[in-house]
């Protein structure tokens, strides 16, 4: 890419994406964003999502955001989830949101020659959307696809929408194939993709971090040269700033405070859900949460010009004989923080709002295992486990199946380490592990069905270890004694 034009279009990008925080209005956070409405006071922005748990808190923070209309979502059927399971968890996040009006859809579900799939298990879980009570609700007609909603959503945009890619660019590489001329109507690509110096996070196929190789350009490497080679200014925040933040542990602690908006209170209910976000040993980040954030608020991160090439497997490289591009370099951690909780309290309350069906506090002091707190009903149940013992330990929250009972655990756990595998009538329910034997809280959460159930402390790896029983309860009988 070359030439006057390319060049005066890079040179316009801070005013496409970085300026937003500045040229647009601020009208009240409580009314939801609907699309649809003149871009007087906010700019166009088309989102494309693959909808791993950062790509949906990233979309809380886009929705509410008070300077952004969001045109469009589409779907990268390349990336984590599957269509199926993507439209059901767009559909539900949007209409959780007060967004309903926003239209999305997917694309295809293969990469190019050179892409490669996430993980089974990743897709598994993002398909099942993470543990969300979603109701499965019917589509009328066909579903709309991705290249032609991006398409339509650029041509009745009042003004260029700058796109937002959260995933693979699998969509926007075949939007541009579809119409040549696409790159001319949009402002810029505003992308959480890449690592151009710092380690990688593909860990697959014998890579190691010092290939420097990221998901999102991993998974389709030919639709990042496809869009690279668009004459259309680009954004990248890549793992060089999203390694400077960390999901906070304590960030499920600091939404307990305040969950009332729909952002906060959906985050919460997926981290409660999916507790492996929070853990520090799981190389979590701010992946996405960072690129919605600066997209308004760009003096969150420390940008750089610079040329990029990209290789057959997504690496990134600074190249001059590469295209210009604006990479964030590095990112303040403690506003980030800041400015994630205030993003994520924006606007008005969740449609539907998250209820615990019981917390659960389990102790293990000495030889004995004490369970107390209170179980409403059944559903989703949070367990907090503390050993007093400074060795690796644990709880978990087990049941029986008929016409096992609470007697046939007591009798299993002398013997339990000793299995093959654990008997299909033991019903395993949520594990909260200590594996350092930090003597912190640990939390876990996860459902319990009606029926009786019991604490099993353990010292030692799950289910190999000495273990002891607590007192059985039955779900759904309110208060219990510790």
Known sequence: MSGPRASHRIGVLGLAVGSLSTACGSPSSSSPILTGEPPTTRSPVVIDADFDLSDVAAIAILLRDPKLDIRAITITGTGVVHCGGGRLLARYVLDELEASSIPFACGRQDPGPDGRSFPAEWRATADAGFGLDITPQAEAGIPLDAVELIRTAVADSPSAPTIVTLGPLTNLEDAFAADPALADRVAAIHAMLGAVEAPGNVLVEDHTPEDRLEWNAFADPSAVAAVFAAEVPIALVPLDATDDVPVPADLLDRLEADHAAAGADLVRELLIRNPVRLQADQGQQLWDELAALVLTDPDLADWTESA?????????????????????????????????????????PRATPFQLAGTLGITLDGFACTISGHSDRDGPHRVDFKSTTDKPSGAAI?????????????????????????????????????????????????????????????????????????????????????
Not at 310 to 338: C, H, I, M, W, Y
């Open 308 to 348: 990029l090439t990209v290789a057959d497997d997504g690496r990134l490289t600074q190249d001059e004989a590469g295209r210009p591009a604006r990479f964030a370099a590095s990112a303040d951690r403690p506003a980030v923080e800041k400015a994630l909780l205030a993003a994520l309290r924006q606007g008005s």
């Open 398 to 482: 087990v049941g029986t199946a008929a016409p096992q009972t609470w007697q046939d655990v007591l009798d299993l756990l002398p013997v339990i380490g000793q299995q093959a595998k654990l008997p299909s009538w033991l019903v395993v329910g949520p594990i909260a592990a200590d594996g350092v034997g930090s003597g912190k809280v640990i939390t876990a959460t996860g459902d319990l069905l009606e029926g009786f159930y019991g604490p099993i402390c353990y010292t030692g790896a799950w289910p190999h270890g000495r273990f002891v029983a607590g007192t059985p309860f039955e779900v759904g009988s309110g208060a219990l004694g510790s």
